[in-house]
């Protein structure tokens, strides 16, 4: 499975930005995937994840109401997009494959590159 990111750059707080994750290689079974972001020193969190099949939405409650996920199943790619930026959601983005929840937090099976997101303030 590759998953290829990409979108990250600089903006503006408040602007905005559109992150893209082709996947290829195989068709995901468990039709979820989904968007982490790590800030260097700190632990890879969850922000948002889609159901491939239905559709269905979940965010972390940190971005709820300014990010967006979506999905093109005929194009095998998923979208994240940003809007009122802030600086603290400044960090390398990471989308993520057959995403499972372990307890409370949710974890991929696989991992694609990281695309890096600077807002400033």
């Known amino acids: 499975v590759q998953l290829q990111a990409s979108g990250g750059g600089l903006v503006q707080a408040g602007g905005s930005l559109r992150l893209s994750c082709a996947a290829s290689?195989?068709?995901?079974?468990?039709?979820?995937m989904g968007w982490f972001r790590q800030v260097s020193g700190n632990e890879r969190e969850f922000v948002a994840g889609?159901?491939?099949?239905?559709?269905?939405?979940f965010y972390a409650d940190s971005v709820k109401g300014r990010f967006t996920i979506s999905r093109d199943n005929a194009k095998n790619t998923v979208y994240l997009q940003m809007d009122s930026l802030k600086p603290e959601d400044t960090a390398v983005y990471y989308c993520?494959?057959?995403?499972?929840?372990?307890?409370?937090?949710?974890?991929?099976?696989?991992w694609g590159q990281g695309t890096l997101v600077t807002v400033s303030s």
């Open positions: 993520g494959g057959e995403l499972k929840k372990y307890g409370s937090r949710w974890y991929p099976d696989y």
């Open positions: 290689g195989r068709t995901f079974t468990t039709y979820r």
């Open positions: 889609i159901g491939w099949r239905t559709g269905d939405t």
